[in-house]
């Protein structure tokens, strides 16, 4: 008996049909049966799914005598599935790798619920991929198993059948089954959810929900929208048969009024003829189930469709004053900004006020922030305000520290009088650099990717940047902080505007430079690492070939394995990846299983760095810090043609690389299972590393920013540089 059993009906979906079979049969997790049920389907779904069939024996096709419809067609299926778990997957939408192993860990682990609610991501059909924005759902509601009752706000997330799994057994106790027409899944869903005694979670994407631009049923205009009454009719009925949960006829009549209206309210929904039908069908069956007070947002159903008419008209109106008044807000707060720059450009500047941003305004961290702490230590008669975005981000600072909010009237009055204006990314537009104010850029590090004016041939790579813009503010640079000679060419090249290079090093890495073994054991202890374990630290970057940037390289749950249990897998993505969907492709599942730790959200990643024994990356800017720790470094770059393609890099970092380079996974598991990781070719290559790209890092990076800029000291250089090393490969730099 298999785990899963795998239902998918099939209708006109060849363009899609061998991605969705190739999702499941892919998966790592392969006690599973596949039951496929040809709708009668006129194109060449019958013939794909028959050639699967002879080369799979898990796969099973049913070909039936005539169209029936999404739900009959998976009711036909249905008695001949063997599984645990019936799982009914949609024939245009995919799994996504390692969602069988995930959601039969996650079963393993709650006993076998009735049901299992999981996470998807709708993906676009120009490319874009967007995570359920209710996903938080899944993780409040614990880790073990609950009812409908005890949390209701599971009945919040898209009642449809396919972002769950349920226990065969449970299904054929209670007679489920799926009837005839269009929203097929609310008469479903709605009764199975209110009757399971055990649901679970599972807060990881585990499908890839299409949305195609053409060809989804319910974006069709027709009368066949018209079913949803009947269907919920169907769900009235079904608790007219449970007396026990006569208690939810409130929240379905809510639901109903609410999915009803929606309907009504799509503009491609309806033929323009039908719509006042619809809404009396929709004002008579919410009248006929009425259960308590109607909420003030449905009561438009108490009255006619006129009325239902002007209510829509109102609410547009409504709308389109709020866009105007944002628009006449705007160009008020502009005009006052423009008013407070010529009011306060005749008075003049304090030489003891200086303004620091990092990381568009997220808080005190990075270079800025070293520059800061210093700047307190050696020259206290500096005032320094820090911007931060919003009050959030506010409450996250350390305690004793000045800040404004940004575009507030004490932003305005700071950067206003400001001398010094310290930023690892440029300042808003908006901001009027006036003569005798000082400029920092301290950048984010080392660069290996191509930046701004070199990416004007790699369109990809600058797809919704503005490079002249980035320029125009470069201009107001006075000061570009680098840490090395290489860094300082880059800069030069693709920052073509008149500031002064300081051969500072990195502020941020002087605590990396300084550090002793001793100083990461506070941080693996606050994020529960035992003491005896090695803490490998994995930190890819973003991609720019792919939409989102996100692409799993490594299955981590694997890698963790492959480690070992004296090995901790520390997880770090890219901080532009933090809010999309990348950490719900399973991160989050791996982290709550402690399996991993998802350090994505540590704001100072010198911590993480001080924290760990070797570094595993692909292209992160973050290993030219490493290497000032002088810890083992590994590269994973089994994608490094594509990635130097889109976005363009300086030189090759596979043939001038800080330690062993792997370009598969089978290489990478070698590395660390044979120790070679940490291996004499290891510290040559690293050694040669670090000459070139640690030269200035000395551990007095930001005392040498304070002491030449804010006291006007003269200040000695790091060591001389060292000379570039020959390069292996092809050196942008060397050649331009």
Not at 223 to 241: G, M
Not at 566 to 576: A, F, I, N, Y
Request: charged letters at 25%.
């Amino acid at each position: 008996m298999p785990r899963f059993s795998i239902i998918v009906p099939v209708f006109k979906v060849q363009g899609f049909l061998r991605e969705c079979l190739d999702s499941v049969l892919e998966q790592s997790y392969t006690d599973l049966e596949v039951i496929a049920i040809d709708d009668r389907s006129p194109d060449g779904c019958g013939a794909i799914l028959d050639e699967y069939a002879a080369r799979d024996p898990r796969v099973r096709v049913l070909h039936l005598p005539e169209n029936v419809g999404l739900g009959r067609a998976r009711n036909a299926g249905m008695p001949y599935a063997t599984g645990d778990f019936l799982f009914f997957l949609d024939s245009d939408d995919t799994l996504t790798p390692g969602a069988l192993r995930a959601v039969a860990d996650r079963l393993d682990e709650t006993a076998d619920p009735d049901v299992l609610v999981f996470d998807y991501a709708r993906t676009y059909w120009w490319g874009g991929t967007r995570r359920n924005v209710l996903a938080k759902v899944l993780a409040e509601a614990g880790d073990g198993t609950f009812t409908a009752a005890e949390h209701p706000e599971i009945l919040e997330l898209l009642m449809v059948v396919w972002n769950k799994v349920y226990r065969r057994e449970f299904v054929e106790r209670e007679g489920f089954t799926f009837p005839p027409g269009y929203y097929e899944d609310t008469p479903w869903t709605f009764p199975v959810m209110l009757s399971a005694e055990r649901i679970a979670t599972l807060d990881r994407i585990c499908l890839a929900y299409r949305q195609r631009r053409q060809g989804n049923i319910l974006s069709t205009t027709s009368r066949k929208h018209f079913d949803i009454h009947d269907q919920y009719e169907r769900v009235f009925a079904f608790l007219d048969s449970r007396p026990a949960l006569a208690s939810w006829r409130p929240y379905l009549h809510r639901k109903m009024g609410e999915h009803c209206l929606d309907i009504l309210s799509k503009p491609d929904r309806l033929p323009e003829q039908d719509k006042a039908e619809f809404f009396r069908l929709t004002a008579a069956l919410f009248r006929k189930h009425k259960s308590g007070p109607v909420p003030r947002e449905l009561r438009v159903l108490e009255g006619g469709f006129p009325l239902y008419q002007a209510w829509r008209q109102t609410e547009r109106a409504g709308r389109e004053l709020g866009r105007r008044g944002m628009q006449v807000r705007k160009a008020a707060a502009a005009r006052v900004k423009r008013g407070w720059s010529v009011l306060h450009e005749h008075r003049s500047l304090d030489p003891n006020l200086a303004v620091y941003s990092a990381f568009s305004h997220r808080g005190a961290l990075g270079d800025p922030a070293a520059v800061y702490h210093k700047a307190r230590e050696i020259a206290p008669h500096v005032r320094g305000v820090w911007v931060v975005r919003d009050e959030e981000e506010a409450a996250q600072l350390p305690p004793g520290v000045e800040h404004v909010l940004l575009d507030s009237l004490p932003y305005r009055r700071v950067t206003a009088r400001a001398t010094y204006f310290v930023n690892n990314v440029n300042w808003p537009g908006t901001l009027v650099k006036r003569p005798g104010s000082i400029h920092i850029h301290t950048h984010q590090g080392t660069p290996l990717k191509y930046m701004a004016a070199d990416l004007l041939d790699k369109p990809g790579a600058r797809h919704g940047l503005d490079v002249p813009q980035m320029l125009r503010r470069a201009d107001r640079w006075d000061y570009s902080l680098v840490a090395n000679r290489h860094s300082e060419l880059v800069w030069d090249r693709a920052y073509p505007c008149h500031f002064t290079s300081l051969r500072t090093g990195s502020p941020r890495n002087d605590v990396l430079v300084r550090a002793r073994p001793e100083d990461g054991t506070a941080v693996r202890a606050r994020l529960g690492i035992p003491a005896e374990h090695r803490v490998v630290l994995y930190a890819p970057t973003r991609r720019d070939y792919i939409r989102g940037g996100h692409v799993d390289r490594i299955d981590l749950a694997r890698f963790a394995d492959d480690l070992g249990e004296d090995h901790t897998l520390v997880v770090r993505l890219h901080p532009s990846l933090a809010d999309g969907p990348a950490r719900g492709m399973g991160l989050s599942e791996l982290h709550r299983r402690n399996v991993v730790v998802d350090a994505t959200d540590e704001p100072h990643v010198e911590d993480l760095m001080l924290a760990s024994d070797v570094l595993v990356t692909d292209y992160s800017a973050l290993m030219f810090d490493y290497a000032n720790l002088n810890r083992p470094i590994v590269l994973y770059t089994d994608d490094w043609g594509a990635y130097a393609a889109s976005r363009g890099a300086y030189f090759d970092i596979t043939a001038d690389a800080p330690g062993h380079v792997a370009s598969s996974y089978r290489e990478l598991a070698w590395l660390f299972a044979s120790g070679a990781w940490r291996d004499g070719e290891s510290a040559r290559l690293r050694a040669g590393f670090r000459a070139r790209f640690c030269a200035f890092d000395d551990g007095r990076a930001a005392e040498r920013v304070v002491r030449t800029v804010m006291l006007g000291e003269k200040v000695e250089e790091p060591a001389p540089a060292v000379p570039l090393p020959a390069q292996a490969g092809h050196d942008v730099l060397a050649s331009s």
